[in-house]
């Protein structure tokens, strides 16, 4: 079978955040198998989906792992799919994906982008947890919980500056949320092509820092979007790779806009459990 490594939030190869991508005929019925290709992968998620039947609310499973777990939500490896369904010709035009978070829809639009279409993650103010600025290398001015899809402590920095130059303390980090840590500012200048920069730290699965996060920008969008006015923004994950997630709340949905760069295609020959 084919395995392919797309680098997704991004347009050039080696930027963005790099996802494995498998097609497959079925899910195996244990999940050992699909651990074991993750850790192979060893990259912050890789993604398998199967077709599924004609007639029914999706038109393909999707599942992600990490290389420790299965997680419930990736952006990046939902694009990366998308973008080999698209780029393969597998699939045309809107493509619904059934998974752990209900139904998720990826539209291409004809200048090679990729809109997903996910639910806003709900923001719960919390107080800063004692240790946090210790374990980031920074002070917080505000933290919020957001929710069981992501489960992740969002905390606003100083500036752009701050989030930049984080060197954080990554197993410290895993005292303070069930998946990471996600840290961001509003950006210096916006004439740059973004409004708020952000970087996430995943250790409890696995993932120090994660280069380009789809899905901490259903947190980020509808917290940016309070504070700055508009309904549509640009996040740029400032991690050592870098790349740009366009945003725009709708209510209890987020659109994610990216493109995404196919820069391995190869075969598969462990094709059974081991």
Known sequence: MRIRIVDAFTDRPFAGNPAGVVLLDAFPEGD???QKVAMEVNHAETAFAHRLAEGGDADWALRWFTPATEVALCGHATL????????????????????RSGVLV???????????????????????????????????????????????????????????????????????????????????????GYDFV????????????????GSAHTALAPYWSERLGSTVLTGLQASSRSGLVRTELRGARTLLTG???????GELLAQGAT
Do not use: C, K, M, Q
Request: aromatic share 6%.
């Open 198 to 213: 952000s970087r996430g730290f995943f250790p409890n699965v696995g993932i120090d820092e994660d280069p380009v996060t």
């Open 259 to 265: 493109r995404a760069v196919t820069v391995v295609d």
């Open 32 to 34: 050992d198998w699909l």
């Open 106 to 192: 990826a539209t291409p639009a004809p200048d090679g982008s990729i809109t997903l279409d996910f639910p806003t993650a709900p923001l719960t103010p919390v107080e800063i947890p004692d240790g946090v600025a210790e374990a980031l290398g920074a002070e917080a001015l505000a933290a919020f919980d957001t929710g069981p899809n992501i489960r992740d402590l969002v905390v606003e920095l100083a500036d752009e500056r701050t989030v930049v130059g984080l060197a954080p303390d990554h197993r410290a980090l895993a005292a303070y949320s069930e998946r990471g840590i996600i840290a961001t500012a509003r950006a210096e200048d916006p004439t740059r």
């Open 80 to 99: 990366a799919t998308a973008h080999v369904l698209h780029s393969t010709g597998t699939h045309e035009g809107p493509v619904r994906f059934s998974t």
